[in-house]
């Protein structure tokens, strides 16, 4: 383990247990540093309280059954099945909320009828927008109602929530519930996206992933062979290819703009902390990890010359983006090049181009890695392959089911979990939404057609280490939509300059964690 890592265990370790004996950040300092509607949100994050989590352990029940010395008895051995043990929960409904994601969709339609059937458990399953699935999620979380079993957890939310006590430790579980536990449902078997969502103390699950993909470089293969051009490695090259696209594609019917990317509302300040950040070689949200600051003069990147040039070239490419390309959202970009309008995307959610593919397979979208500054693409290929936050190529992405600690059907939630991510439903997911949880599906799908067509397995295969999930810091939710999202806007709608806006932004997220205790 290097001692970046080391030193961010160790802050982990100190911030929760100063959470668990009760410690607390001044009031007054908080309001001190930001405007009065944040403080609510700052005490649930300061002071998380601790949560006292009931298990009810279900063992195997060993009857001794006495024989005449004459005779031998040999117990038949039980194979292990769902059916087996969810007879005790037969009957039981649990309920479930999660993004309506490509993923969520497809194993709500195709594999929980499966589920159902086998189990006799009933699931009520809500998949819901972004936004309404995290108000119903904390909203349950913090009052502890226990009106969900299973929850949609992304991986720039989990160390909030684990931090919180709100989570079920799913290793220890399974650790005290052996009957429920699938004998072949194997953690290793997990990309190296399940890391984000492990406890980076214990190593202990907190959430098993269901969709996992790679935000990356996407293009269409036939207006490339039109034009003669192979993809952008640099950002430089994708910029001045977006505009031989935007000339070559005047006059078409549609017409053909140069490029396109997520941009409405709370997508805009992702598009940057996920993609052109990173690709740009700013990393973490341009904070660093070891001093806890965003600003360069306390060693952070947030204000960088790097963080400028990623603008700058934002600006560009905006330049020759179709008009509604501000109407955009997660997958919008994605549309449009389905549509002819884009030919290419930097930084796209590979479950939307898997959707799009799905909706018409003669679509021809293939995938590549993201164009990078090159000083940032020597920073990934130095650093060893397990040091995720130290330099990547962009984000990678997606959502895992996790337990609340308020369930009160634990034991049927945790059948539920293992059913939505063992090998099965992650070949759903994979062929039908590109967001593979598995490294045996990925081998699987390396010969198959739509691997030769889209390139995308073998991308995984090969180079998903070099993408990075969210840093772990638990505050994603506040800074993204107090800080980034007003400043970033403002930079965008050119109300502040480029550098004016991201020295403001700087110098308010490091007053921000100053207060937070960091």
């Known amino acids: 383990m290097n001692n970046s890592k080391k030193k961010m265990i160790k802050r982990e370790i100190s911030r929760r247990e100063a959470l668990s004996t009760g410690a607390k950040i001044a009031t007054g300092a908080v309001v001190a540093g930001v405007a009065a509607g944040v403080v609510g949100y700052l005490a649930g994050t300061a002071v998380a309280p601790v949560r006292t989590e009931t298990v009810t352990e279900v063992k195997p029940i060993t009857v001794t059954v006495a024989a005449t010395p004459t005779t031998t008895v040999t117990p038949t051995p039980t194979v292990w ?3 087996e043990a969810a007879r005790p929960y037969r009957g039981t409904t649990i309920r479930v909320v999660t ?8 194993l709500k339609e195709e594999v929980v009828p499966k589920f159902e059937e086998e189990t006799g458990i009933r699931v009520e399953w809500e998949a819901v927008s972004w936004g309404d699935m995290y108000a119903k999620e904390i909203t349950d979380l913090e009052a502890g109602t226990g009106v969900y079993d299973a929850i949609y957890v992304e991986q720039d939310i989990i160390y909030t929530y684990m931090g919180r006590g709100w ?8 650790e005290r519930n052996r009957a429920l536990v699938d004998p072949n449902f194997d953690v290793n078997d997990f990309t190296a996206f399940g890391d984000a969502f492990k406890d980076p103390i214990t190593g202990h699950y907190y959430g098993y992933p269901y969709e996992a993909f790679l935000k990356t470089y996407w293009y269409r293969e036939d207006y490339y062979e039109q034009l003669g051009v192979k993809p952008a490695e640099t950002m430089d ?3 001045e290819l977006s505009r031989k696209f935007y000339e070559w594609g005047r006059g078409k019917t549609p017409e053909v703009y140069g490029c396109g990317f997520q941009m409405i509302g709370i997508t805009l300040p992702y598009l940057f902390v ?5 690709a740009h070689g700013v990393y973490t949200w341009g904070i660093n990890l070891n001093t806890m600051r965003a600003s360069v003069e306390k060693g952070g990147t947030l204000n960088s010359d790097r963080a400028v040039k990623a603008f700058e070239n934002f600006f560009k490419l905006l330049e020759v983006a179709p008009p509604e390309t501000p109407t955009f959202s997660w997958g919008g970009n994605v549309d449009a090049m389905a549509a002819g309008r884009t030919p290419h995307g930097p930084f796209e959610y590979s479950e939307a181009a898997g959707a799009a593919i799905q909706r018409d397979p003669a679509l021809r979208l293939r995938a590549a890695l993201p164009p990078l ?12 392959k397990a040091d995720y936050w130290k330099a990547y190529v962009n984000y990678y992405d997606g959502g ?10 634990k034991e049927a939630a945790f059948l539920f979990v293992q059913y939505m991510t063992r090998k099965e439903a992650s070949r759903v997911t994979a062929i039908k939404a590109f967001a593979p949880t598995r490294k045996s599906v990925i081998e699987e799908l390396l010969p198959s057609d739509l691997n030769k067509k889209t390139g995308y397995f073998t991308l995984i295969k090969e180079y998903d280490w070099m993408y990075g999930p969210a840093p772990p810091f638990r505050e994603h939710k506040l800074l993204i939509e107090r800080f980034y999202d007003k400043w970033i806007h403002k930079i965008v709608a050119k109300e502040v300059g480029v550098k004016e806006g991201l020295d403001a ?9 100053e207060a937070l205790g960091y």
Not at 167 to 174: K, P, R
């Open 274 to 278: 996920e993609g052109f950040f990173p």
């Open 167 to 174: 989570l079920t430790d799913l290793t220890l579980f399974g």
């Open 237 to 239: 090259e994708f910029v």
């Open 81 to 83: 099945s769902y059916k």
């Open 400 to 409: 895992a089911f996790s337990i609340p600690y308020s369930s009160r059907n």
């Open 99 to 106: 993004e309506n994601t490509p993923p969520a969709v497809f």
């Open 373 to 384: 500054l090159p000083e940032a693409k020597k920073e990934v290929l130095a650093r060893p």
């Open 505 to 513: 932004l700087a110098k308010e997220i490091d007053e921000m964690l």
